[in-house]
């Protein structure tokens, strides 16, 4: 896997290893969002314009496992990460994800939302 820091920041002495766009797997991706956590912090990450913290999302998990779904997101090349001083910034590869699989990610956040509304009876 290649290190690879966003095109838009600079390594502030700490990076984290990313996919590159071409090392993106639409299997690594699917497995990504197919765990609700992570793809609560997905949904986290599109309805926002900057990038949030960890902490910023909210998951009723404990630290170590929300660190965990992070780095799955990290690795599968859905989210970026960059630290600035001692935060750890996430922000959703929406460019890299919708030039690879046109549409996936907006049809998946739009699947989310409609399943949102169903009653929870017809969820299973």
Do not use: W
């Amino acid at each position: 896997m290649q290190t690879q820091t966003p095109a838009q920041e600079q390594p502030t002495g700490r990076s984290l290893e990313h996919p590159a766009r071409d090392d993106i797997r639409l299997e690594g991706v699917l497995h990504a969002l197919s765990d609700p956590m992570r793809l609560r912090v997905v949904r986290a990450l599109a309805a926002e314009a900057h990038e949030l913290t960890c902490s910023d999302v909210d998951l009723p998990v404990t630290k170590s496992t929300s660190t965990h779904h992070f780095r799955v997101l990290r690795e599968c090349g859905v989210i970026s990460q960059i630290y600035r001083g001692t935060a750890k910034m996430n922000a959703l590869r929406r460019e890299d994800l919708e030039a690879l699989f046109p549409g996936l990610l907006d049809s998946v956040l739009r699947a989310a939302a409609r399943q949102d509304l169903r009653p929870a009876d017809d969820r299973g």
